[in-house]
Structures are given as structure tokens and as C-alpha cells.
């Protein structure tokens, strides 16, 4: 619920940037700045690449006494209200029964989404840049360790979020399925979220979330190459890739499918 | 394996482009099709739940995806389930053709001569991209029992992008209702359908990114698992 919450945010303020949804509330914790994150590289060509927030931060595995303090900038980011409207109208005869395709059975369902005003928080880069030249990391900390075991993972850090100020209640509302002629109907589940200013519930829902203030919705981050003697780079440009330098990056990747759906994989069209 | 990937990248034009592809699509479904009537009535029945509901299918998309990179996940960890969820879950995968052990650890086992298995991760991880409201259209369409039809469309299509109605086989689109469905279901997939005469225009819009393909990956493994009623 609150996955699809983040993501229908993102991709009304956000389509097609760099914003990452935060996925579970539990994440929302560990997206400190310079957090790390791992990015697991997409096994077929249309998927998205997958997140996974390391409860630790660059600064865990920089050698000794190499701590990197970060400037942290603020701003305003947006106030978020979005307003969606629901599934298609109308009933349907069918040889087996009648289906209704929406919860009325006639006319659009209307919600609203808001969050409220949302800031953001993020690295300062040319600080971060001065400050990182000449910074090692230890490849044989026990949390490196295992990023490079698994070889198909890039190492990230978290270099901006995005918070609420606000109470806000995340509520899901199930479009219920109607048994007619002895079939069922469509059934959705509608995410709605709204500023909590009164303390009000919605009472037509069957599951409600209450998040404080303030939570991280959505993050940003800058991928890492990290060299085999533990000097690292930041890569700034969306076309240079991170990862470890022992591992070649166009090297095979220890993916195991059909041979017979090969040409979808990611590897075949990147 | 390249240029074979070049060529079913979805572009703008009509929807007849993307029939290059649906051989490719149909044989990797073959491990559908050849499902014994059981098999395959037992795992549309826990598909019908999993399409809708998104939880469940972001987490199957997650746990196949572990296993493929060589990976052991286990269901336990993925906390936002409840613990109904994860059994459904474990069922699917049990059905898929996956070991599922007591403690919720899946893993995968020898692969035979047919590969159940991956014909059900290419299946899901195209599901799991589609924007929200898809699954749950797509589920409509299959109780309408449309999907068949919905397969045939890039064939049927002219280079022009025109569908003839008349065609017994287009009936579908002829029915107002039915076809608002499947119009709002192939909107979301970026493919444009609109009534033009005694025809319908079928078009790819502008950069359509990936979802024409993976709505017609999806029809497929849909219509390959419902020829149980053949």
C-alpha cells in the first residue's frame, strides 16, 4: 500500500527521472544521506533495476578516520495533491452472466491523493566532491564482502530524499468483486492518501496507514566505481556505470534462464 | 541475440509490427501449453488472485528475480505479506514449478527439457512492470474470455494499422462495452485504439517503451495457460 502510494507520487512529479519510490515503510528509516544502497542490475530488458537500502553509510566502510560530513541542503520540494479517477464504467452481458466493472456500476470513482507539502533534502556535490578526493574504501569490510559476492550488484549512495512534514493517512480502498450469474467481477484496490489535519479516519476502507512526519518517500542516488584498491568515483553521468573493477561491467553475469526466451534478457539489448 | 532483441523493441506504427515477435512469445510459452489440464487449472486459479493483487505480485516479481540471479530467497523476509500472502505465494511457486521448503526458503530445482520455471519468471516480471490498473483489466478480459482475440490483433492488423470489423474473430471489438475494456487496457500500454468507419485503427504510440511488448508477452502466457478449455 504504501509501495504503490510512493510510486503513483513519482510518477506524477517525477516520470522518467531519477527519483526512486521508497518501497517499504521499514526503508524509509535506513534513507539516511550518504546511506548505502545497493542496485541490482535488471535480469530482463524492460525492467526497471531493483534498490535494497544496507543498514550502514559510506562512512562504515571508509578507512580509518576518513569520515565524510556531508552539507545537507533543504528546500521546498512540492505540494503533492493528485486527483485519480478509477476503472472503466459499465456493465457487460456475457454468456455465462453479468459483470459490473466498477463498484456502482455506473460513473467514474474519483479520488484524491495528497501528501502535503513535501521537502527535500539533499548532498551538497561540490562539497561532497572536494571532500571524497584522496578517501578509500575498505574492500574487505565483512559488508563489502557479500555486495561483491553477489556479482551482478552496484554500490550506491544516497545522495537525496524527498520528506513529508506532515501526518499523512494512507488508506486502501477494495473496489468489491460482484458474484453475478454465478461469476465474479472485477476487483481493485484503490490507494488513496490524505493530510491528516483533524484526526479523522476514513471509515470506507479496509486497511489504513498512519505515517508520521517525517517520513522519505522517495531518494535519490549516485552510483559508485569502486577500484580494486578501495579508491572510489562518483559517477555523475547518467552514462557511466558503477561497480567494482574487478568485475569487468560487460562481462557475463551469472543470470540462469530458458534458452529459449534469451533475446528479452537485459544484457541482449543494454 | 542482439538484432533479434532490436527488432521486437516496440516503435511507433501500427500494431502489426509487433507480430515479428509472437512466434518467439508463443514458444516461449510452450511450457503453458503443455501443462496437463490440472496443472495448468490449478495455477490460473492462484493467477486470477495474484492479478489482483499488486502486493503479491511485486513480491513474486522480487522472489523469481532472487532466484534467477542465483539466489535462495526466503518468504519470510518479505515482511509487507501477511502470512496468507506468503502461503498463496508458496503455492504459486510450488506450481511454477519451484521447491518450496518448510522454512519459506525458495529454491530452484534441476532444469528439465521443459522449463516451467522461466517461461513463469519471463511471464510475472512482465506483469509486475505494467502500470496498476492493467492486471486488473487484464483479469476482465480473460473472464470474458477476450484474450484469444486480443492475441490475434497484430496479425489481423493491415500495414496501416486498420483492423476490418466483420471479422468473426474481431467480434470483441465490435461490442461497445468489450470494446471500452480493451481500448482503456491497450491505452495503458501506449497502443491507441479507435473506432474509424467500419474499422478499427490500431496504432503504437510515440515512444511506447517497452509495455506494447509486454502487454502482448502477457496476452500470450495468458492464452497459453487457458487452453485448458480447448
Not at chain 1, 73 to 79: G, P, Q
Request: charge should be negative; glycine fraction near 8%; include cysteine.
Amino acid at each position: 500500500m504504501f509501495a504503490k502510494a510512493t510510486r503513483n507520487f513519482l510518477r506524477d512529479t517525477d516520470p522518467g527521472g531519477d527519483l526512486i519510490p521508497v518501497s517499504s515503510l521499514n526503508d524509509s528509516d535506513k534513507s539516511q544521506l550518504l546511506s548505502l544502497v545497493v542496485k541490482k542490475k535488471k535480469f530482463w530488458c524492460w525492467q526497471r533495476p531493483k534498490y535494497q537500502f544496507l543498514s550502514a553509510t559510506i562512512n562504515d566502510i571508509l578507512t580509518e578516520d576518513q569520515f565524510l560530513n556531508p552539507v545537507v541542503l533543504e528546500s521546498d520540494f512540492v505540494k503533492y495533491e493528485g486527483k485519480f479517477e478509477d476503472m472503466v464504467k459499465g456493465t457487460i452481458e456475457t454468456a455465462l452472466g453479468r459483470i459490473t466493472l466498477n463498484a456502482g456500476g455506473t460513473g467514474l470513482v474519483e479520488s484524491q491523493s495528497s501528501f502535503g507539502t513535501l521537502q527535500k533534502q539533499e548532498v551538497d556535490l561540490h562539497q561532497l566532491l572536494r571532500e571524497s578526493v584522496d578517501r578509500m574504501i575498505n574492500l574487505k569490510s565483512p559488508l563489502l564482502q557479500q555486495v561483491l559476492e553477489r556479482k551482478n550488484e552496484v554500490l550506491c549512495i544516497l545522495t537525496q530524499k524527498i520528506v513529508t512534514t506532515q501526518k499523512c493517512v494512507i488508506s486502501e480502498h477494495i473496489q468489491i468483486e460482484e458474484k453475478c450469474g454465478g461469476m465474479v467481477g472485477l476487483k481493485t484496490k484503490r490507494v488513496k492518501v490524505s493530510v491528516s489535519e483533524d484526526g479523522n479516519v476514513t471509515r470506507d476502507s479496509n486497511v489504513v496507514l498512519e505515517i508520521p512526519a517525517p517520513t522519505t518517500i522517495a531518494y535519490g542516488v549516485l552510483e559508485l566505481y569502486v577500484k580494486q584498491d578501495g579508491q572510489f568515483e562518483f559517477c555523475l553521468l547518467r552514462e557511466k556505470q558503477g561497480g567494482f573493477e574487478q568485475e569487468s561491467p560487460d562481462g557475463p553475469i551469472d543470470l540462469d534462464t530458458g534458452e529459449l526466451i534469451f533475446p528479452f534478457m537485459a544484457d541482449c539489448v543494454d | 541475440g542482439n538484432s533479434k532483441a532490436g527488432e521486437l523493441m516496440p516503435t511507433e506504427g501500427p500494431l502489426s509490427s509487433l507480430k515479428h515477435g509472437m512466434l518467439l512469445m508463443e514458444r516461449n510459452f510452450r511450457p503453458f501449453v503443455e501443462l496437463s489440464g490440472q496443472h495448468q487449472a490449478a495455477l490460473w486459479e492462484i493467477l486470477w488472485e495474484i492479478l489482483v493483487e499488486d502486493e503479491l505480485l511485486m513480491a513474486l516479481g522480487t522472489v523469481l528475480d532472487d532466484v534467477f540471479t542465483g539466489g535462495s530467497p526466503r518468504l519470510t523476509a518479505l515482511p509487507e505479506l501477511s502470512r496468507g500472502q506468503r502461503r498463496r505465494l508458496a503455492t504459486f511457486l510450488g506450481l511454477a514449478g519451484l521447491q518450496v521448503r518448510e522454512d519459506l526458503l525458495v529454491a530452484r530445482e534441476a532444469r528439465g527439457a521443459l522449463d516451467l520455471p522461466s517461461a513463469v519468471h519471463f511471464f510475472i516480471s512482465a506483469l509486475a512492470e505494467m502500470p496498476d490498473k492493467a492486471p486488473a483489466l487484464m483479469g476482465s478480459c480473460c473472464k470474458l474470455h477476450m484474450v484469444p482475440a486480443l492475441c490475434h490483433l497484430p496479425q489481423a492488423t493491415s500495414p496501416d494499422g486498420f483492423l476490418a470489423l466483420g471479422d468473426p474473430s474481431l467480434a470483441v471489438l465490435e461490442d461497445a462495452q468489450r470494446f471500452e475494456i480493451v481500448r482503456e487496457l491497450f491505452a495503458l500500454s501506449n497502443i491507441s485504439l479507435e473506432h474509424a468507419g467500419s474499422a478499427v485503427k490500431a496504432v503504437i504510440m510515440e515512444k511506447p517503451q517497452y509495455l506494447p511488448l509486454l502487454l502482448y508477452i502477457i496476452l500470450n502466457g495468458l492464452c497459453a495457460l487457458e487452453r485448458r478449455d480447448e
